[in-house]
Protein backbone atom coordinates (compact mmCIF):
# COMPACT_ATOMS: atom_id res chain seq x y z
CA UNK A 1 0.00 0.00 0.00
CA UNK A 2 1.23 3.33 -0.92
CA UNK A 3 -0.26 6.96 -0.46
CA UNK A 4 0.58 10.29 -0.99
CA UNK A 5 -0.28 12.89 1.69
CA UNK A 6 -0.33 16.40 0.56
CA UNK A 7 -0.06 19.47 3.31
CA UNK A 8 0.41 23.35 2.60
CA UNK A 9 -2.88 24.73 1.30
CA UNK A 10 -4.98 27.55 2.00
CA UNK A 11 -6.64 30.95 1.41
CA UNK A 12 -4.06 33.72 0.50
CA UNK A 13 -4.02 37.15 -1.61
CA UNK A 14 -4.03 37.65 -4.93
CA UNK A 15 0.20 38.53 -5.62
CA UNK A 16 0.86 36.12 -2.39
CA UNK A 17 2.66 32.59 -2.36
CA UNK A 18 2.09 29.48 -1.11
CA UNK A 19 4.23 26.12 -0.95
CA UNK A 20 2.52 22.70 -0.98
CA UNK A 21 4.39 19.67 0.18
CA UNK A 22 3.22 16.07 -0.90
CA UNK A 23 4.88 13.00 0.77
CA UNK A 24 4.94 9.40 0.10
CA UNK A 25 5.03 6.33 2.43
CA UNK A 26 4.23 2.90 2.52
CA UNK A 27 5.98 -0.32 0.36
CA UNK A 28 8.26 2.29 -1.61
CA UNK A 29 10.80 0.73 -3.78
CA UNK A 30 11.14 3.66 -6.52
CA UNK A 31 9.38 6.60 -7.41
CA UNK A 32 9.11 7.70 -11.09
CA UNK A 33 7.53 10.55 -11.87
CA UNK A 34 5.59 13.13 -9.28
CA UNK A 35 3.47 15.74 -10.20
CA UNK A 36 1.01 18.37 -9.14
CA UNK A 37 -2.63 18.79 -10.83
CA UNK A 38 -5.19 21.04 -10.13
CA UNK A 39 -9.12 20.66 -10.79
CA UNK A 40 -11.23 23.45 -10.09
CA UNK A 41 -15.12 24.43 -10.06
CA UNK A 42 -16.83 22.74 -12.47
CA UNK A 43 -13.75 21.97 -14.50
CA UNK A 44 -12.11 19.25 -15.70
CA UNK A 45 -8.45 18.28 -13.55
CA UNK A 46 -5.30 19.51 -15.06
CA UNK A 47 -1.45 19.47 -14.92
CA UNK A 48 0.08 21.64 -13.41
CA UNK A 49 3.89 20.75 -13.06
CA UNK A 50 5.86 17.45 -13.11
CA UNK A 51 9.33 16.10 -12.50
CA UNK A 52 11.12 13.12 -12.80
CA UNK A 53 13.51 11.39 -10.71
CA UNK A 54 16.44 13.06 -12.59
CA UNK A 55 15.09 16.15 -12.11
CA UNK A 56 13.44 16.99 -15.24
CA UNK A 57 10.53 19.19 -14.90
CA UNK A 58 7.72 20.50 -17.34
CA UNK A 59 4.60 22.78 -16.56
CA UNK A 60 1.44 23.96 -17.79
CA UNK A 61 1.50 27.01 -19.91
CA UNK A 62 -0.44 28.98 -17.15
CA UNK A 63 2.20 28.61 -14.70
CA UNK A 64 5.56 28.77 -15.73
CA UNK A 65 7.74 31.75 -14.53
CA UNK A 66 5.49 31.56 -11.21
CA UNK A 67 5.39 27.88 -10.04
CA UNK A 68 8.30 26.01 -9.30
CA UNK A 69 8.47 22.25 -8.47
CA UNK A 70 11.31 20.10 -6.96
CA UNK A 71 11.57 17.15 -4.92
CA UNK A 72 13.19 15.20 -2.59
CA UNK A 73 14.08 11.99 -3.39
CA UNK A 74 15.47 10.67 -0.20
CA UNK A 75 11.87 12.15 1.14
CA UNK A 76 10.13 10.55 -1.48
CA UNK A 77 8.89 14.20 -1.51
CA UNK A 78 7.66 16.61 -4.44
CA UNK A 79 6.95 20.40 -3.53
CA UNK A 80 5.45 23.13 -5.27
CA UNK A 81 6.50 26.59 -4.86
CA UNK A 82 3.62 28.86 -6.18
CA UNK A 83 4.29 32.32 -5.82
CA UNK A 84 2.50 35.95 -7.76
CA UNK A 85 -0.89 33.62 -7.46
CA UNK A 86 -3.69 34.55 -9.24
CA UNK A 87 -7.58 34.17 -8.63
CA UNK A 88 -7.81 31.87 -11.34
CA UNK A 89 -4.92 29.74 -9.70
CA UNK A 90 -7.84 28.48 -7.03
CA UNK A 91 -8.28 24.55 -7.08
CA UNK A 92 -7.87 21.55 -5.01
CA UNK A 93 -4.03 20.49 -6.06
CA UNK A 94 -3.43 17.13 -6.38
CA UNK A 95 -0.43 15.56 -5.92
CA UNK A 96 0.50 12.37 -8.18
CA UNK A 97 3.40 9.46 -8.63
CA UNK A 98 3.92 6.91 -10.50
CA UNK A 99 5.43 4.06 -7.81
CA UNK A 100 7.04 0.62 -8.00
CA UNK A 101 5.59 -0.82 -5.12
CA UNK A 102 7.18 -4.49 -3.69
CA UNK A 103 3.61 -5.43 -3.04
CA UNK A 104 1.74 -4.03 -6.29
CA UNK A 105 4.60 -3.65 -9.23
CA UNK A 106 3.92 -0.17 -10.92
CA UNK A 107 1.38 2.06 -9.42
CA UNK A 108 0.01 5.41 -10.29
CA UNK A 109 -1.47 7.11 -6.67
CA UNK A 110 -3.29 10.25 -5.85
CA UNK A 111 -3.21 12.39 -3.14
CA UNK A 112 -6.26 13.18 -1.09
CA UNK A 113 -6.23 16.80 -2.60
CA UNK A 114 -5.36 19.91 -0.46
CA UNK A 115 -7.59 23.39 -1.44
CA UNK A 116 -5.74 26.26 -2.65
CA UNK A 117 -8.03 29.41 -2.69
CA UNK A 118 -6.51 32.98 -4.02
CA UNK A 119 -8.78 36.13 -2.88
CA UNK A 120 -8.48 39.11 -5.56
Known amino acids: QVQLVESGGGLVQAGGSLRLSCAAS????????MGWYRQAPGKQRELVAT???????NYADSVKGRFSISRDNAKNTVYLQMNSLKPEDTAVYYC??????????????WGQGTLVTVSS
Open 96 to 109: NAGVYSFLSGYVEV
Open 26 to 33: GSIRDINT
Open 51 to 57: ITKGGTT
